[in-house]
Structure formats: structure tokens, C-alpha cells
């Protein structure tokens, strides 16, 4: 089976019309290994002494892996040896040209740099300049994010675009019916049966979602890190059905929830698992409440309880049913929830499950809030006019469909004003927020202690399943045989389990010393931790050195796409720390238009698309993921490629004036990162 993988070159190579090369096969052998790292240290020892050879400067991007340390010669002959190393690095199943840039660093380091990770599931980055801290400035008022308006022109063709597609889909389901029933049958009537689905409910996905079939649903395979491969696929009866080709290609991907980069099949937290699996199985076969709680699962609660801050936690084996199975625990009829208009779906089911009565407020607009609670409070509960039982306010730290942040002192201040409930989902925003990675929490600096409830899942930054619920000990205590999800929901496994007590050791850093462990944020105290999993974690991920870095790798690539992004001229939503940045394409046809030339390039990226009903009708976006593991070259080529693609889809409708070019955006990151405002200049 062949993988296909792009060849790095100069900027200008990667056109989007480029073709790409098969690669050939490898070979296995741990004596021509060996022979190779041998080899490679005896061809740096000869360039330090001054020999002729391509030199790094303090300004590149060495790698974070031993893995690079083996490279092509000069004369670019294949030895066996590199074979090898490729074959051990990156699995025998995968054949690649050896002049890929997805797979190995465009500068690599010479064997005196010995790093752990392999560079196509976390890229390697060693310079310290392409690193940044996230955080807000203390005192400085939190902005409200405006969103830039594009031509009419756009908005014209938008709608006409789905007026055209509501027309011709009604045509052809009129005749369809009529000419070719066959096809029809599940919409129509049949022997008497009622038509399982409406043609009515199912109008968009047959007309609109089933022409961009082939960029949803991607199959795929392997790590989802820095970079992954996809299974190509190809439909003869357009979309209908998809064929495997047989075919693989490698891609860079920002499509992928990855902030810190822990999905990766080796290194600490994977050598920790697998012990896990050893000690534990794989399952703990039960419910939470009927013999599925392990010692993992009380270790990792206490663990998460003293990460955001909070007297107790109770973990769920599903993040989306953490919201929806915990809301309808904490309220009920007689309560009153208010909701942000974009809250995510579990939010919604949860409160709708819960039988409260719920507004909604303008998507964080404090001022809009407390009109509303002046309101609600004022006319209490509908027709009887009582007051409330309580009142529930639920928000997102980062909404992940807009890249925005909550502005949470402001509803902090509100909170102590009118003595309602604060619920903060931080699905997005925990382990990729924040100096420390604890959220908004921790990139506002709030006192985790005036938020009532912290929600959270495990998916995002920690390389893991599930989510959380965090907050008072009583609470945690009642919710623990209130929600459904205790008696129901199957227990988390000790793997996952696993995963989230090393990763999260790894951001926290682990210390004996207890003065160390007391305030928050804080270390996890050794005592927390299960010994067997910190035998298995290196140095820089037990001592917090390591994860640290990634979140400042994670922060400067955020910030880096963001500003480019508004420099080149393109319309995006969200903060420019949110690892999430939306770009508007708008108009429908332009989301399989842009999906598929990203994954044609030379240097192939996989992106997500998102349209109505997750977006509004006008508003269709691509939605660039961010991780730490991406470097500072894996954004440039990603820039370039929204540039290229970008401009021939006409998607540069931005307001600002003074527009740089992309050579200059990719020269001058460093300084569009560090820029307090990135002024109309």
C-alpha cells in the first residue's frame, strides 16, 4: 500500500496544481540503525572540525527529536542504514520520500542534540524565540471582539448561491419521486409505513452536505499529531459511495483537537499507559456506582480537583455527557438558566433535559447579561411571578465554533453583584489557556474559588477521553449519585485514566516538596501520583520543564496564524490567544472548493469546514486547530497555502489597509507575535 507525501521545496514550489511522488519501500534492521547514528555522529564530529556542510544557525528551528539526527547525505544517496531509521521512527507500514518536509525538520540538528519525540507526531522546534506566554495583561480592560462585515457583493452571492440549491433540490426531489420512485422510498410512504425520514428535515443534508461528502467523514489512520495520514478514497456515483484507492498521503494537519501535542504514540505518557494496560486491563467493566470506580479513578480526581483549583472533581467516561447528563442535576423546574447564544449542543440538551426555564444573552455581551437579570430577577417565574429557586448562568471559556474567550471578570463582577450560579465550560480553554495551562481561570487570573462550577473535558490538551466536573465538596459529593451518568455511563478505562494522571503531571510538574504543592496553581505533590506512572515519564515532562514549553510553543502558534491571518486580509473571528481561528469563507460552494486544493497540495494539509446549522446560514468558516506540535515552518507553509488558495477563491475581503505580503508575515512573526495591539499600521 502506497503513501503518498509531499516533497519540501522552496515557497514558491508549493503550488496547489504540484503532483506528488510515491516513495519507495524500507528496510528493517537494528544493526543498520545503530550503523547510521554512528555514521551521522561521525559526519558531525568531521563538520565541527571544519569540514564543509549545510551549518544551523541560532535563528533556525532545530529538532526535539533524536529522530532527525539521522539525515540524507550531501550527495542525497539512500544507504540501508537511513532506511532503517526511517522504518524505526516511523513504523514499517509507512514509505516516504526522503526529502519530505512533513517528515523530517528542514534544518536538522546534528547528533549532539538528542531530543524524544518523532518529529511527524510532534515537530521539532528548539528555538526560544518562537515561544510566548498566554495571558492577559493585568489592568488592562478585556476587549469586546468586533466582527468585520465582508462586500455586499459576498453576501449577495451567498444567498443567491442558496436560493439556486433550494430550487434545484425541490426540482429534482418534484420529478425524482415521480420518475425514479426507487431512489425515493425512504422518503415516501410504503405499505402502509409512515417515511422514516422527512424530505422536509432532510432537505440540506441530501442537497447541500451530500455534494461535500468526500471532505467530511475523511478516514484516516495512525497518530493525529503534528502531522497524519489519510486513507485516499474515491466515489463513482457521486458521493454516494466512497472506494479506498489503496493509496495513504501524508498531511499536515490542523484539523485535529491536539493543543499540547500528548496524542503521540511514543514517549512518557504512552510508556505509562502501556504499564497502565499491564496492571489494569482495559476496561473497568462496570459503572462508577456499581463496582467501575478503581484507585486510578479516585487519584485522578483528586489530581484534577488540585490542578483548576477546586475542593473536589468528578470525572465522566464522555465530555459531551458531562454536560448533559450533570445540568439536569443541578437544576430543575423553578429554576431559571441563562445560556450564551452559542453554547454548545451538550449545554442545550443538557438544559432542555433538566425541565428549567432558560434565556439567552448575546454572545458575551455583559451588558446585554445584566439587562437580562434585571429582568428575570425583577419578574421572578412566569405567570406566578415567584422568585427563582436559583439561577444558572452557563458560559464556554472558548467557544470553539468563534475562537472567542468569555470575558470572565466582568461576569465574575456580575456574579458578586446579583448572587446568581456561575457554570464555566472550559472543554477548549483547559490544559491551551493560560501561563499554566489551567484556562481562563488561569489566563484572566480569577480565583478559581468565584466560579461555582468548572467544567472541562480531557480530550483537547491532555491527549485523552471524557471530562470533568469540578467545584464545591458538597457539590461534587451530591452530583456523584445525582447525575445519570453514574449509575449509566460506563466507567473510564485505566488507560485513558493513565493518560490523564501523566499528562497532567506533566503541565503541573512534579515536586516532593510540599510547600511547592499547596498553592494554586501548584506542583502535584509525588504523594499524588502513582509511582509506576512516574518511573515511566523523562525528566522534562516530571518536572514540568517540558510541558510548560508547550504551552508557549502552543501560545505563539495561536497567536502567529491569528495576526498573519488579519495582515494577509482575510475576515477571521476569535482572540488572538485562542488556539481555534475561524476564516470566513461564506459563501457554501467555497467549503469543498478550499478543502480539497489544501489536501492537493504538494505539501497536502487536512482542514475542517464548518457550515449551517453549525454556523450561521451566511457564515460558513474553515477551522484552523492549533498544537504545540506544529513549528514555526508548519505555519509558514500553512500561510502560504491560505494565501495561495485564499486569493483564488477571493477571500481577502478584511478591512485593513496597510496588508502585508507573505514573505513579510513569515519574516516578521516573531514581532507580529510580541506586538501588544496589531494596529492598522
Known amino acids: 500500500m502506497a503513501l503518498r507525501s509531499p516533497s519540501p521545496s522552496s515557497p514558491s514550489s508549493l503550488s496547489m496544481f504540484s503532483k506528488k511522488k510515491k516513495s519507495p519501500a524500507l528496510a528493517t534492521d537494528a544493526s543498520t540503525y545503530l550503523a547510521a547514528v554512528a555514521d551521522r555522529d561521525r559526519r558531525a564530529q568531521s563538520h565541527h572540525h571544519g569540514q564543509s556542510a549545510p551549518s544551523i544557525s541560532s535563528a533556525s528551528t532545530p529538532a526535539l527529536s533524536f529522530s532527525s539526527s539521522v ?67 493585568p489592568g488592562k480592560e478585556v476587549e469586546g471582539y468586533e466582527e468585520q462585515e465582508p462586500p455586499y457583493y459576498v453576501l449577495f452571492s451567498t444567498y443567491l448561491s442558496y436560493l439556486i440549491l433550494i430550487i434545484i433540490g425541490h426540482m429534482r426531489d418534484f420529478f425524482g419521486k415521480r420518475l425514479v420512485p426507487h431512489k425515493y422510498g425512504h422518503l415516501m410512504p410504503s405499505n402502509g409505513y409512515a417515511a422514516l425520514t422527512s424530505d422536509f428535515d432532510s432537505f440540506y443534508t441530501r442537497r447541500l452536505k451530500h455534494r461535500l461528502e468526500d471532505i467530511f467523514s475523511r478516514p484516516v489512520t495512525g497518530v493525529p499529531g503534528r502531522t497524519i495520514v489519510t486513507l485516499d478514497r474515491t466515489s463513482k456515483d457521486h458521493n454516494d459511495t466512497f472506494v479506498p484507492t489503496g493509496n495513504r498521503t501524508r498531511a499536515l494537519n490542523v484539523s485535529s483537537y491536539n493543543y499540547l501535542g500528548f496524542a503521540q504514540a511514543r514517549g512518557g ?142 461576569l465574575v463582577e456580575l456574579k458578586r453583584k446579583y448572587k446568581f450560579y456561575l457554570y464555566v465550560d472550559e472543554a477548549h480553554s483547559i490544559g491551551a489557556m493560560g501561563p499554566n495551562g489551567r484556562g481562563v481561570i488561569d489566563y484572566f487570573n480569577v480565583d478559581p474559588r468565584d466560579v461555582d462550577i468548572l467544567m472541562g473535558t480531557f480530550t483537547k490538551s491532555f491527549g485523552a477521553s471524557g471530562g470533568y466536573i469540578a467545584g ?81 510553543r502552543l501560545a505563539f502558534n495561536a497567536r502567529y496564524l491569528s495576526r498573519a491571518l488579519y495582515r494577509l486580509g482575510f475576515i477571521t ?31 497536502p494539509i487536512v482542514v475542517v469546514v464548518v457550515g449551517y446549522p453549525a454556523t450561521p446560514l451566511v457564515t ?58 496589531d494596529h492598522d499600521a
Open 71 to 137: 539525515t540524507a547525505d550531501s550527495d542525497k544517496t539512500r544507504t540501508a542504514a537511513q532506511e532503517a531509521h526511517d522504518d524505526y521512527f516511523l513504523g514499517p507500514d509507512y514509505e516516504e520520500d526522503d526529502e519530505s518536509g512533513l517528515t523530517r525538520p528542514a534544518n536538522p540538528p546534528t547528533s549532539e542534540q538528542v531530543f524524544n519525540t518523532r518529529h511527524v507526531e510532534f515537530g521539532h522546534c528548539a528555538n526560544p524565540e518562537y515561544r510566548y506566554v498566554s495571558m492577559h495583561q
Open 620 to 677: 460558513s468558516r474553515v477551522r484552523f486547530c492549533l498544537s504545540a506540535a506544529h513549528t514555526k515552518e508548519d505555519v509558514d507553509t500553512l500561510l502560504r497555502a491560505i494565501d495561495e488558495v485564499g486569493t483564488a477563491l477571493d477571500l481577502k475581503h478584511g478591512k485593513i489597509k496597510n496588508r502585508w505580503t507573505i514573505d513579510e508575515v513569515c519574516a516578521r512573526a516573531v514581532e507580529l507575535v510580541n506586538l501588544e495591539e
Open 573 to 603: 473571528f476569535g482572540h488572538a490567544d485562542s488556539a481555534i481561528i475561524p476564516l470566513l469563507l461564506f459563501n457554501p460552494g467555497k467549503m469543498g472548493v478550499f478543502s480539497r486544493l489544501m489536501l492537493e497540495r504538494k505539501t
Open 472 to 552: 464545591s465538596k458538597a457539590l461534587i459529593s451530591r452530583l456523584r449519585t445525582r447525575t445519570h451518568a453514574g449509575p449509566y455511563a460506563e466507567s473510564m478505562s485505566p488507560a485513558v485514566l493513565t493518560q490523564i494522571i501523566a499528562s497532567m503531571s506533566s503541565i503541573m510538574g512534579v515536586s516532593e516538596d510540599v510547600s511547592q504543592t499547596v498553592s494554586f496553581p501548584s506542583f502535584a505533590p509525588a504523594s499524588a501520583v502513582p509511582q509506576w506512572i512516574l518511573e515511566q515519564l523523562p525528566p522534562a515532562l516530571r518536572d514540568g520543564s517540558e510541558g510548560k514549553e508547550r504551552l508557549q
Open 269 to 410: 505518557c504512552a510508556d505509562a499507559v502501556e504499564q497502565g494496560i499491564r496492571r489494569y486491563g482495559l476496561s473497568a467493566c462496570q459503572s462508577r456506582l456499581e463496582g467501575g470506580t478503581t484507585d486510578l479513578h479516585l487519584q485522578a480526581e483528586q489530581l484534577v480537583a488540585r490542578f483548576i483549583g477546586m475542593e473536589d472533581a468528578l470525572i465522566t467516561s464522555m465530555g459531551y455527557a458531562t454536560n448533559s447528563t450533570t445540568i439536569p442535576a443541578l437544576v430543575g423546574k423553578g429554576c431559571l438558566v441563562i445560556s450564551d447564544e452559542l453554547n454548545h449542543a451538550s449545554i442545550r440538551v443538557g438544559v432542555r433535559m433538566s425541565g428549567a426555564s432558560v434565556r439567552t444573552f448575546k454572545h458575551n455581551d455583559m451588558r446585554d447579561l445584566e439587562h437580562l437579570l434585571r429582568e428575570v430577577i425583577s419578574q421572578g417565574q412566569v405567570r406566578t411571578h415567584r422568585p427563582w429557586k436559583k439561577i444558572l448562568i452557563i458560559v464556554e471559556g472558548l467557544y470553539s465554533m468563534e475562537g472567542t474567550l468569555v470575558n470572565l471578570p466582568a
